[in-house]
């Protein structure tokens, strides 16, 4: 009994600490970052509308420390978001101005966990290079006896990404206060057969790994069944912030028409393109 308590109460911590640590990622950009760089521009502004409009000097001093010190926390807050998203985010650097090279080719991810073959890989292969990585980051996880590995999960899901606009001034419409999402339109509903408790805690704790492809997004965790075949259900989302702004559209680009291009992991859906504010949900996985 004293033993199935201790297990409750270290599931428990672990998801406490799954829901906690993603504040300190996410919201260090969308709660602290863009607020402190608005709070610091509007201070400054108030500061030179009191000046020029013949403001008391005690008014236009207080003002100018105010500005000061919105400055200085502004530049302590972006550094620290500079340090976590290197680890976490992906080098999407989009480029100023050639919207249709970032369409096709970004040349940050031409190495490493986004390379395909040797093949380019641009803003319209984005769904395909996420879904082979995460389900090759699942499969990664299964019993391996040639490894000696005897225990961990059986993956029972899918993970099927829409595919991207086929339009590439779309590229435009992936701005930074906007995000990412991987899937778009839907978190996926995962369902894992784990081979004990300590395979299901084990995998759960992986999340807090995961570089290079976005924040992941882990809610609704439910544990069923009884070993050896533990089942863990969640939802899942992984959140990408851009490090740089994409270029705006370029009107001498014309779309290249309707249609789908393929989809990763799983399959995919046609025509979408992963975009729009970053949704609800509690959160885990920094």
Same mark, same amino acid.
């Given at each position: 009994?004293?033993? *199935? ?18 504040? /300190? ?5 969308? $709660? ?11 201070? #400054?502004?108030? $500061?030179? +509308? ?8 005690? #008014?236009?001093?207080?003002? !100018?420390?105010?500005?000061v010190k919105a400055h200085k926390e502004t530049l302590r807050i972006q550094a620290a978001w500079a340090?976590?998203? +290197? ?12 919207? /249709? ?24 292969? /984005? ?11 699942? *499969? ?15 993956? /029972? !899901?899918?993970?099927?990404?829409? *595919? ?21 339109s839907k978190p996926w509903e995962v369902d894992v057969a784990a081979t004990s408790f300590n395979a *299901? ?22 544990? !069923? ?29 014309s779309p290249t028409g309707a249609g789908s291009a393929p989809g990763g992991g799983g399959g995919g859906? +046609? ?16």
């Amino acid at each position: 009994m004293g033993t *199935a308590i201790n297990r409750l109460l270290w599931w428990h911590w672990l998801l406490i600490g799954l829901g906690a640590s993603i504040v /300190l990622g996410l919201s260090l950009y969308f $709660a602290l970052v863009r607020p402190t760089t608005i709070d610091a521009t509007n201070i #400054k502004s108030e $500061a030179e +509308s009191i000046e020029s409009g013949g403001g008391t000097e005690d #008014k236009v001093r207080t003002k !100018t420390q105010e500005a000061v010190k919105a400055h200085k926390e502004t530049l302590r807050i972006q550094a620290a978001w500079a340090q976590e998203s +290197s680890k976490y985010m992906p080098n999407i650097m989009f480029s100023k101005t050639e919207i /249709l090279r970032d369409y096709e080719h970004i040349p940050q991810m031409d190495q490493g966990v986004y390379a395909v073959n040797g093949k380019a890989v641009g803003v319209k292969d /984005l769904p395909s290079v996420w879904g082979r990585w995460i389900t090759a980051w699942y *499969a990664d996880q299964a019993p391996n006896p040639a490894a000696k590995r005897t225990e961990g999960i059986r993956t /029972l !899901t899918s993970f099927p990404i829409e *595919a991207f606009s086929t339009d590439p001034n779309d590229v435009s419409l992936l701005k930074q206060d906007a995000g990412i999402r991987f899937p778009q339109s839907k978190p996926w509903e995962v369902d894992v057969a784990a081979t004990s408790f300590n395979a *299901a805690i084990n995998h759960l704790s992986k999340f807090n790994n995961i570089e290079k492809h976005g924040v992941p997004v882990v809610d609704r965790v439910q544990l !069923t069944g009884q070993s050896p075949d533990l089942h863990v259900r969640y939802a899942l989302q992984l959140y990408v912030i851009p490090p740089t702004q994409p270029p705006a559209a370029d009107p001498k680009i014309s779309p290249t028409g309707a249609g789908s291009a393929p989809g990763g992991g799983g399959g995919g859906a +046609s025509g979408m393109m992963p975009m729009g504010s970053m949704g609800g949900g509690k959160m885990g996985g920094m």
